[in-house]
């Protein structure tokens, strides 16, 4: 197959073939997802790799190999793609702007941005494309526009934000709670407590403070708020869990909160993060306003609320 090389481009046949076997680490699997022959779906990877002067594939007796240089460009190749089709696909519908590339923790994912997906694509006027992840994405590397990251410390070479220290209360479920009062300090001793990784020593605060003691040495602990808040709603403890994750639980009867107490700790700073190319685009800033008015941040009002209606522990220290 002739290169097209006048325009510094291989075919996309080429690029499309490569990133199918990449992806399912086959030739024959990645010739029946293209509807091509495996000969034909060798030769356009054998085409791009002469394109590049570069072996991407190391072929044996042992099986196809990939190193971690065509992983790495399969992936980046595979975002370009995506972006073209968003950009046909707005031609052809009538909207603009290709895709708009978000990542957020789980809990976000599932209680924010999935809740109001719609007017987040309303927002950018673009397709959205949300991706879960756990820790700090590489923005360039990843092809990520906008990263929501819970991080003590927020990485220097991106624009970033601060955007909520988040509070955390004490919540139960309504069937395991029964006919006690949530403001009974009893149950903390007669219930299971579930521990988050991101709020270490949590409930060592919260027993010294209200003066329980020590709490239970006993404890099971999630790396994700989710799991937590899934272990509360099968009845299997109480946990500290953010307002904005539990809200329409509450509102629907199934969780209770224990009390007006809250906890705060360095660890659950959420920064958002945007690519320096994407920081200045009008777009970006009624998002970034957008989620802080869905998202409470312990700012001077919400901390008068709480010392109206409570109290609030902090652990300083990450």
């Known amino acids: 197959m002739k290169l ?142 906008i990263a929501l990251v819970n991080t003590p410390i927020p990485p220097p070479h991106y624009t970033t934000e601060l955007l909520l220290a988040t509070e955390y209360f004490p919540y139960i479920s309504a069937g395991l709670l029964g006919a006690r009062s949530p403001d009974d300090p009893s149950l903390f001793r007669a219930e299971a407590l579930i521990d988050q990784l991101s709020l270490k020593d949590a409930w060592s605060v919260f027993f ?5 003691g020590r709490p239970p040495g006993l404890r099971t602990t999630f790396s994700i708020i989710d799991a937590s808040l899934s272990a509360v709603l099968y009845g299997q403890g109480i946990a500290f869990l953010p307002e904005f994750a539990v809200e329409d639980y509450v509102k629907e009867g199934r969780m209770v909160r224990l009390g007006a107490t809250s906890f705060a700790s360095a660890r659950s700073r959420y920064y958002l993060l945007m690519a320096n190319t994407f920081a200045d685009d009008a777009r970006a800033k009624r998002f970034s306003e957008w989620v802080r008015t869905v998202l409470p941040s312990l700012d001077k009002n919400n901390r008068k609320r709480l010392s109206e209606a409570g109290s609030c522990l902090y652990h300083p220290t990450a």
């Open 4 to 145: 097209t090389r006048n325009r510094g481009l291989p075919p996309i046949a080429n690029i499309e073939s490569f990133i199918k076997v990449v992806e399912l680490g086959s030739v024959s699997a990645a010739a029946d997802e293209l509807a091509l022959t495996q000969s034909a779906v060798s030769r356009h990877v054998i085409d791009l790799e002469r394109f590049l002067n570069k072996t991407l594939l190391t072929r044996g007796t042992t099986g196809l190999g990939v190193t971690t240089e065509a992983k790495d460009l399969a992936a980046k190749l595979s975002m370009l793609l995506g972006d073209m089709n968003s950009v046909l696909y707005g031609v052809e519908s009538g909207t603009s702007g290709r895709t708009v590339r978000i990542s957020a923790p789980p809990i976000f994912c599932i209680h924010l941005l999935g809740k109001h997906c719609h007017h987040i694509q309303t927002l950018f006027e673009a397709n959205i494309e949300i991706t879960s992840r756990i820790g700090t994405p590489d923005l360039l590397a990843d092809g990520i526009d």
């Open 208 to 212: 010294r403070e209200k003066a329980l």
